[in-house]
């Protein structure tokens, strides 16, 4: 039975549509999204959708202040580039200019510092690219590029949680096209409180009112209809993020119970570059990299996608 914290999948929906205004674009990016799975699908490929960066919630309705999310994008972009090894196309569903796949590893370069002009002046001259500023620029650019031409990366940017909850909801839908061969690999910071726009200020909050003090309602979780109705055959994984580590299993564990998906990676924002536990209904596998590994700049990601790209497989044949 569903508790009141756990609404069940139909009040969630009525909530998403009455409360949360849809992005004008969401038809439009679903089609594209849901002609991408069938391409990728029918020639046998799986996909997986990446969801990275935070969220941002609007204080006013002419918004000048917001509620943020932490989250640098990295985890989501560096995943999407190890699955795209791993022969899936991805779906990354992101925070506008939060970290990008291939991009993210010059993402402190400023561009003029990475480029050299040599022969000839003005207009005519030749732009190199410096290897001292750009390390391995070469290889990813190539790689870069193949992905780009074989179309096996579809991006699409949220900022608001609105924004964020209509598109997961017609990503979901989109690669359900596609039953088990669809991964849902949700590694976005999502926020769990909002301001409902019937109680939302329209003009910028005055600080001459004195402090500020606002009430927010509880965000529905769309882990529930994700895994019950929109995709209820795909492979689903969320994140579980905490920074006190004495109840993160529990929490991890908690979330599995509820939402009856397939894996919880569980991670603590001071470790998270080097520790993760994959937690599932009747086990719990801890990844971590040595300090050694660490200095050589080895992922903590290429770990995660290795676990879970065999997971996915035996959930795939299990289902056929
Ligand atoms: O981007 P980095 O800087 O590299 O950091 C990576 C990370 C720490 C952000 C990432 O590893 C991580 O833990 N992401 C999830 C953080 C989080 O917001 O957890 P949560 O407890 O709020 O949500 C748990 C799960 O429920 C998430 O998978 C989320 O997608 C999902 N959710 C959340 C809210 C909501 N309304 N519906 C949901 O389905």
């Known amino acids: 039975m569903a508790s009141a ?8 929906e009525g909530r998403l549509a009455q409360e949360f205004a849809a992005p004008s674009h969401v038809e439009t990016v679903k089609g594209l999204m849901t002609e991408f799975a069938e391409r990728h699908g029918s020639a046998g490929r799986r996909v ?3 969801t990275s960066g935070g969220t941002k919630v609007p204080l006013e309705s002419r918004t000048v202040r917001f509620l943020d999310n932490f989250s640098s994008g990295r985890r989501g972009a560096t995943s999407a580039e190890y699955f795209l090894e791993l022969g899936y196309a991805v779906v990354f569903l992101h925070r506008h200019r939060s970290l990008y796949p291939y991009t993210r590893r010059y993402a402190g370069v400023n561009l003029l510092d990475s480029l050299r002009l040599e022969d000839g002046t003005g207009t005519s001259c030749q732009v190199v690219a410096d290897e001292q500023v750009l390390p391995n620029i070469g290889p990813v650019l190539k790689r870069y590029q193949e992905v780009k031409k074989g179309g096996l990366l579809l991006p699409v940017e949220f900022s608001t949680l609105s924004e964020y909850l209509h598109l997961l909801k017609a990503a979901a839908q989109a690669l359900s096209t596609i039953g088990s061969k669809a991964m849902f690999y949700l590694a976005a910071a999502v926020s769990d409180f909002y301001i409902p726009p019937s109680e939302m200020p329209e003009h910028k909050i005055q600080s001459s009112n004195g402090p500020l003090q606002i009430s927010m309602k509880m965000v529905p979780k769309m ?9 209820p055959k795909a492979f689903v994984i969320s994140f579980k993020l905490e920074t006190n580590p004495s109840i993160l299993l529990e929490r991890a564990r908690q979330a599995l119970a509820t939402y009856r998906h397939h894996a ?23 990844l971590a990299l040595t300090e050694e590994e660490m200095r050589q700049e080895v992922e903590i990601e290429e770990r995660i996608v290795q676990n879970l ?12």
């Open 309 to 320: 790209f065999a997971a996915h497989t035996h959930f795939m044949t299990q289902q056929d």
């Open 223 to 231: 882990l529930r209809p994700l895994v019950k109705d929109w995709a």
């Open 5 to 12: 914290e756990t609404p069940s999948s139909p009040i969630v």
């Open 264 to 286: 919880v990676i569980a991670n603590v924002l001071d470790t998270r570059r080097g520790y993760v536990v994959v937690v599932t209904q009747d086990d719990q596998v801890e």
């Open 48 to 50: 997986v959708l990446v």
